[in-house]
């Protein structure tokens, strides 16, 4: 084992203050529960607490010092030189197995070092920080706890229309699952639905992580979606610009009349309300706007065009004169 000072990376002149400082940050950045993953760090964390039983612990530290215990805790000693004949502090009781305890039967040895009562670990115990530095369920007492699982993350994209009515939408994810996930009706794009328990699963029977799914919504042929507004640019004839009158537009709640006033230019905008995605979550309904496309006929027509001629011929206008 290394040397315990060059473990916690202080002089050996450090006092207890700094060795507990340098223990903790040492402690909180090793920590198995910040490493899951990482072997060398459970390593590590293990060869921390090891290092810190030893010059954490005043009587320990001096007993290492003189070369009395390693770094491992066991003691170094080549005969009984230095130790007391009797029990106490810093020497060793011997005991004895025969009957009546008198000698000349087998006997055995029992070393209590310092202020360390026989079966025991002295006074130091590092579980005892690991409720200052990570709450008291830090407190671990040398047995595995529970461990939530980690979240995971999906998207789901699902049609403007089940967007708008609600529905469900499948969703693929990351270990591979496939799951039906319920659109609720007025969802904006980008919004998440959390899937309890449907994330990776927990550690030493700990609960699992949840799956946080996004919802993206399609593109759809006509609409364009805004926010919780739609948009669509609706094709016009003409003579339904010129003349203006009702006409049938497209909706997701299917098709409505719309007014067109006369003398509408391409690109006029009118709304209809409440005809965006419904009321949800306490927001309000989005409206429709509707963008007027003037076309001609797909077909050239010899009549269209001599019309358009003379009515250039009798009646021209400039409509760039104000984009000089």
């Known amino acids: 084992m290394r040397d315990p000072y060059d473990v916690l990376g202080v002089a050996k002149t450090a006092g207890p203050a700094e060795i507990k400082k340098a223990y903790r940050q040492l402690a909180k950045k090793f920590h198995p529960d910040r490493n899951k993953d990482d072997a060398k760090a459970k390593e590590r964390f293990a060869e921390i607490n090891s290092a810190y039983e ?10 290492f010092d003189k070369g009395e215990i390693g770094p491992d805790g066991k003691p170094r000693f080549t005969g009984f030189e230095g130790f007391g004949a009797g029990g106490g502090p810093g020497g060793f ?12 039967g087998d006997q055995h040895y029992e070393f ?14 590092p579980s005892d920080l690991f409720a200052d530095l990570f709450g008291a369920s830090g407190r671990r007492r040398g047995a595995p706890q529970p461990t939530r699982g980690d979240d ?11 967007v708008a009515h609600g529905g469900s939408a499948r969703v693929i994810l990351p270990s591979g699952r496939t799951l039906e996930v319920k659109i609720p009706a007025g ?21 699992p992580g949840d799956a946080i799914v996004t919802v993206k919504v399609a593109p759809h042929p006509y609409f364009k979606l805004d926010g919780r507004d739609l948009r669509l640019e609706l094709p016009v004839t ?14 997701l709640d299917g098709k409505v009349e719309l007014t067109i006033p006369p003398h509408s230019n391409s690109g006029r905008v009118l709304r209809l ?10 927001k309000i ?8 496309k003037i076309m001609l006929p797909e077909a050239s027509s010899a009549d269209l065009d001599a019309r358009m001629r003379e009515w250039r011929d009798a009646q021209p206008y400039d409509p760039r004169a104000k984009m000089a």
């Open 187 to 207: 969802i904006e794009d980008g919004q998440q639905i959390r899937l309890r328990g449907q994330g990776q699963p927990g550690a030493m029977g700990g609960e």
């Open 54 to 63: 030893i010059v954490g612990d005043e009587t320990k530290k001096a007993q």
């Open 238 to 251: 003409i003579y339904e610009a010129a003349l203006g009158g009702r006409i049938e537009t497209p909706t």
């Open 93 to 104: 009781n011997r005991g004895w197995r025969t009957g009546g305890g008198a000698p000349g």
């Open 285 to 292: 309904a989005g409206d429709l706007y509707v963008s007027l």
């Open 112 to 125: 209590h070092f310092g202020n360390e009562a026989p079966g025991g670990r002295g006074g130091f115990d």
């Open 273 to 282: 309300r409440g005809k965006g995605l419904p009321a949800s979550d306490g």
């Open 152 to 162: 995971v993350v999906a998207t789901a994209t699902a049609p403007l229309e089940t």
